[in-house]
Structure formats: structure tokens, C-alpha cells
């Protein structure tokens, strides 16, 4: 059973301290080693009951210290058990010494590691915990291979050995578990970037409750639990009016689809009025398919001031294209002082303009890893390389509430808002479509407009986004998801706020 996933992520500087605390508060670390290997030990009972044989991989540190306790456990159960050592045992110290002498003297079969080593059963990964920072030896990375190539399967001990906790990339080389134990405190390269590939399942053991509360954690795990209330519930008096006025502007010539899904999104998430402001080719198209909407054709900037004097909150992007005529209504829809959401070709455009940009706190900004890499004028491979680098830098860049969307998306905002940022452990590959980022930008328009603060606004339509595309998976399948199918999807988690 994995306990419940904590509130908080920490990063690798702060898991240790947390570890020390622990310690110190008077739990030993032996003891810490024996509850970590037991919680890993019942992971794998639970996926592979039947194996009834066990293959440790242990390094030099503590991580090794519990693949030796796991292969200890596995051996008074009855198991077949072989572990294999990249690092001479005796050259261990403190508590990973002496989990190697308790698995000695339990009799657990101890041998140095080769090439040509014959694994059998499951593989138990312990040769590399959230300390690595650097490359991947050489030893190690042959290890990692040969492990990659077997065709057993993995359970990875805290994190899969090579993967970098805080960013979520291999170093070098990385085990492709099945499944990943990680220990006390959740670790963001689990979430994001490649993590979710590499850790497969995820099992959380917290190992002592409560966790020290005076250790800072470094990011905010979305849940509905603290932000299903940002959306307050609706009086039967209500009017339209009180759920405010949105405006949609993009839909460039032969790009009507964005908006479309866009505007679609924002009527079924709340929104009291829609208007869409749009070429004219996309009136009659739009019209057809959302007749609630209010549609405008636009050709140029004099028609869109009225449409801005009027509504409440703004999308701008989805279809705009990069033309004069996109680049006009850009500029007129920086200038107003609107709650609003960037996405899509405005932020293209953005990153052609002077910096900084200064776009203040009532703005949220959505780009995937290309757009943010053109924002902040490095590679796509450098913004996935530290994710949480790259949207912090957009924040200090822009001024204002930052979604980078993408495997574990993360939100963060000014630190006036005083909160931390957020990273969203929810969706799954089958999101990986066109249309998905519109879909969120009218969600989150919709929020804006019925006055959600745009920080808690940002982080609420991210998760619900993530949950809707979740439940729609677990109801098709994640091969062949459309982005219009997840509009109904949105509109019901946001009418189950109470479900945790």
C-alpha cells in the first residue's frame, strides 16, 4: 500500500535535512533503513507475489543500504535472493554498513557485479539514490544497461538509480523501473520532465508521522483538496452577469479550430457570456457549432476596442497566427487592463519584442517547452533540462503567473502572491494532442472571468484539466483522446469539487 502523497515536494538538499531531523527527533537511522526497505519489500509483494525470486543491485551509499535489507526480507520469506554489488561492501560505513552485515549474517548471497551477469526474478534497483548529481560512471551506467535490457521487472528503490531528483533527467544513463518506493519526501524529478517515464508506478512511504515541519519544501503537489473551493458555489439567485463577460480573440485565417475549442471550453467551464472575436471566414463555422457564443468578425484594431471596453477577462492566442493583423490586436490587448491568458501565437509574438515585458499579476501565460524556449531565448532541451529553472526565469521575465505545461506541468507565480510553485501530477500521455493547450486556455479564461484570483485560477485549471483528462482515459483509453472530448470531461470535475 503507498501512503498518501504528501501536500509537498522537497528537493534532494531538502529530503536530507529532512532525514537528519528525523534522526535527531530520536528515530535511528537503522530504524529509518528498515522501515524504507519493509515499505519497498511490501510494494513488491503486492505487484509480484508469485516471483518468489529476488535480484538486488546495491551501490556505496545508504540506497544501497536498502537493497540489502530488502534482499534480507526477501530471504526470510522463503525467496530465492542474489545481490549483486557494483561497491566492495566493506568500504561501506554508518547505517549502510551495517544493513550489509545484517543481510551477511542472515546469509543473503553477496557478489561483486560483471558484464556478463545473469539477472533473474525481479530486479531490485539500489545503486544510485537522490545524491547523484553528476554523470553517471561508467561501472554504474554498464549496470544500468545491462538492466535496461533484461526483461524483468524493476522496482527502483527512492528513485530510479541515475535520474537527477530535482530535474527530473537522466544523468547519463537512468533505470527504466516499473515501479519506484520513494521515501519521506516526494521528490519533483519523480513528477516532471522525464521522471513519470523513467519511475513508472509511484509508491509514497512516508516512514514517520509527522514529517519535521521545519524543513521549507520547494514546491506545492496540486490536489483537489486545497484548491477545490476556488470556485465558489453558485446562489440560485445568479444571473449571467454575476459570472462575468469573456472575450476570445485569435482564430487567424485557416486557423478557426483553437478558438473554437477555446470558446467551447470557456462556455461548458462557467463563463456567463462568451464573445469571440475572429476572422471572418470563422463567424459562420463558430456560430454552427457554439450558438451561445456571441461571435465577431475583426479586421482590425478599431473593432476590437469595444469588444475589449466590454468584457471582463481576456484569451488571446489560440489561432491568432503571427500576421500584421495578429500583431495589431496583440498590442491592443496588452494594453488593456484586463485579467487575461496568453497562449499559443501570442507568446510567439512576445518573444520577438524587447524584454522585459512586465505583464502584472492579474496575467497567466501558458507555454509548452518551445514557446517557453523562445520567451526566455535558449533551446527547447534547455527548458526541459530544469523545468522548474525555466519557469521560474519566465516569472521574473514577464511579471506574471507562469503554466508550463508538459509532463508534470508547473505553475508559478510573482512572490507577492506568496505561494510556492506547483507541479500537477495528474494527466497522462494520451493528452498529447493538438487542441489540449486551447482547451486549458478557455478553462482557465472562464475561471478569470467569475473572479478566481489569477494565481489560484492558474493552478485550479491546470489540475482540473489533468483530472478531466485522467477520467476521460480511464474511460476510452489514452490512444485516440480528442481534445473536444475533454470539454465535458472539464464541466464534470468541476461539478464533483467535492470529490478529494
Given at each position: 500500500m503507498s501512503d498518501?502523497?504528501?501536500?509537498?515536494?522537497?528537493?534532494r538538499q531538502q529530503t536530507r535535512q529532512l532525514d537528519a531531523a528525523l534522526i535527531?527527533?530520536?528515530?535511528?537511522?537503522?530504524?529509518l533503513m528498515q522501515r524504507a526497505a519493509q515499505a519497498a519489500w511490501q510494494a513488491l509483494l503486492a505487484r509480484w507475489p508469485d516471483a518468489g525470486c529476488v535480484t538486488v543491485l546495491c551501490g556505496a551509499g545508504n540506497n544501497a543500504g536498502d537493497g540489502y535489507l530488502v534482499a534480507r526480507l526477501a530471504l526470510a520469506a522463503g525467496w530465492r535472493v542474489q545481490v549483486w554489488t557494483l561497491s566492495a561492501p566493506e568500504r561501506l560505513d554508518g547505517?549502510?554498513?551495517a544493513a550489509w552485515r545484517q543481510a551477511q549474517q542472515a546469509g543473503v548471497p553477496i557478489a561483486g557485479w560483471a558484464a556478463d551477469t545473469v539477472f533473474d526474478g525481479v530486479l531490485v534497483d539500489a545503486l544510485?539514490?537522490?545524491?547523484?548529481?553528476g554523470p553517471v560512471r561508467a561501472h554504474f551506467a554498464e549496470a544500468i544497461a545491462a538492466v535496461n535490457?533484461?526483461?524483468?521487472?524493476?522496482l527502483a528503490i527512492d528513485v530510479p538509480s541515475g535520474l537527477d531528483a530535482d530535474r527530473g533527467v537522466p544523468l547519463g544513463a537512468a533505470v527504466q523501473a516499473d515501479v519506484t518506493?520513494?521515501?519521506i519526501a516526494l521528490k519533483l524529478g519523480l513528477l516532471t520532465a522525464q521522471g513519470p517515464d523513467l519511475c513508472g508506478e509511484l509508491v509514497y512511504a512516508a516512514l514517520a508521522d509527522p514529517l519535521p515541519p521545519d524543513v521549507p519544501a520547494s514546491l506545492e503537489l496540486l490536489g483537489l483538496s486545497r484548491w477545490k473551493e476556488c470556485l465558489p458555489s453558485r446562489p440560485r439567485s445568479a444571473h449571467k452577469g454575476r459570472f462575468g463577460h469573456l472575450l476570445l480573440v485569435g482564430g487567424g485565417p485557416g486557423m478557426g479550430g483553437a478558438i473554437m475549442l477555446a470558446a467551447e471550453a470557456a462556455l461548458c467551464s462557467g463563463a456567463g457570456k462568451v464573445t469571440v472575436a475572429t476572422s471572418a471566414e470563422h463567424v459562420a463555422p463558430l456560430l454552427s457549432r457554439c450558438p451561445e457564443a456571441m461571435v465577431r468578425a475583426v479586421t482590425d484594431g478599431r473593432e476590437l476596442a469595444p469588444l475589449l471596453a466590454a468584457a471582463d477577462a481576456l484569451v488571446l492566442g489560440p489561432g491568432l497566427g503571427r500576421s500584421a493583423w495578429a500583431e495589431q490586436l496583440l498590442s491592443l490587448c496588452l494594453d488593456a487592463a484586463l485579467p487575461r491568458v496568453l497562449d499559443a501565437d501570442a507568446l510567439n509574438l512576445m518573444a520577438q519584442r524587447s524584454r522585459p515585458m512586465g505583464l502584472g499579476e492579474n496575467t497567466v501565460v501558458t507555454p509548452h517547452p518551445a514557446e517557453a524556449a523562445r520567451l526566455l531565448q535558449c533551446s527547447t532541451a534547455q527548458v526541459q533540462g530544469d523545468r522548474l529553472d525555466a519557469v521560474l526565469g519566465l516569472v521574473e521575465l514577464l511579471g506574471c503567473h507562469v503554466v508550463l505545461k508538459g509532463a508534470g506541468s508547473l505553475v508559478a507565480s510573482p512572490a507577492s502572491a506568496l505561494l510556492l510553485p506547483a507541479v500537477c501530477g495528474a494527466g497522462n500521455p494520451g493528452m498529447a494532442v493538438g487542441g489540449m493547450g486551447d482547451v486549458l486556455s478557455g478553462l482557465l479564461g472562464a475561471l478569470l472571468v467569475q473572479r478566481v484570483p489569477a494565481a489560484q485560477a492558474a493552478r485550479y485549471a491546470?489540475?482540473?484539466h489533468a483530472?478531466?483528462?485522467d477520467q476521460l482515459a480511464g474511460d476510452v483509453g489514452e490512444v485516440g483522446i480528442r481534445a473536444g472530448e475533454m470539454i465535458p470531461a472539464i464541466r464534470r470535475v468541476l461539478n464533483q469539487r467535492g470529490v478529494a
Open positions: 498518501p502523497l504528501p501536500l509537498w515536494v522537497h528537493s535527531s527527533s530520536g528515530i535511528a537511522g537503522i530504524e547505517d549502510a554498513a544510485l539514490g537522490t545524491g547523484l548529481s535490457r533484461s526483461a524483468c521487472p524493476v518506493v520513494t521515501f491546470v489540475l482540473v483530472i478531466a483528462g
